[in-house]
């Protein structure tokens, strides 16, 4: 079994920076086994949850959606079994609760995830 655990939310300014972080703890082989991804994924009220960000923790391959390309930027400590989604020049979009998950499969889909974390709030003002 994967716990996972997100820090890092708040509220910031547009323009301003944040950085996630996703932490998994359990059994040792289930924390990050190779050939998983860890995602990041957002839904702000009255939406649907989308795909914001992943990594693959063996290839460090990393996706993301258009609407964060250029912004966002996603990495991983193996040693700490943490993965981190720095957020640059966020805009009051960005706001939503922001879920970290572990699965095997699909990267970009939230249905390829099998573990997910509480969620943290994130809040851009105008």
């Known amino acids: 079994q994967v716990q996972l655990v997100e820090s890092g939310g708040g509220l910031v300014q547009a323009g301003g920076s944040l950085r996630l972080s996703c932490t998994a703890s359990?059994?040792?082989?289930?924390?990050?086994?190779?050939?998983?991804?860890r995602g990041w994924f957002r839904q702000a009220p009255g939406k649907e949850r989308e795909f914001v960000a992943a990594?693959?923790?063996?290839?460090?391959?990393?996706y993301y959606a258009d609407s964060v390309k250029g912004r966002f930027t996603i990495s991983r400590d193996a040693a700490k079994n943490t993965v981190y989604l720095q957020m640059n020049s966020l805009k009051p979009d960005d706001t939503a609760v922001y879920y970290c998950?572990?699965?095997?499969?699909?990267?970009?889909?939230?249905?390829?995830?099998?573990?997910w974390g509480q969620g943290t709030q994130v809040t851009v003002s105008s």
């Open positions: 359990g059994r040792a082989f289930s924390t990050s086994p190779m050939g998983w991804f």
């Open positions: 998950a572990a699965g095997p499969t699909t990267p970009t889909d939230l249905r390829g995830y099998v573990a």
């Open positions: 990594i693959s923790l063996s290839r460090g391959n990393t």
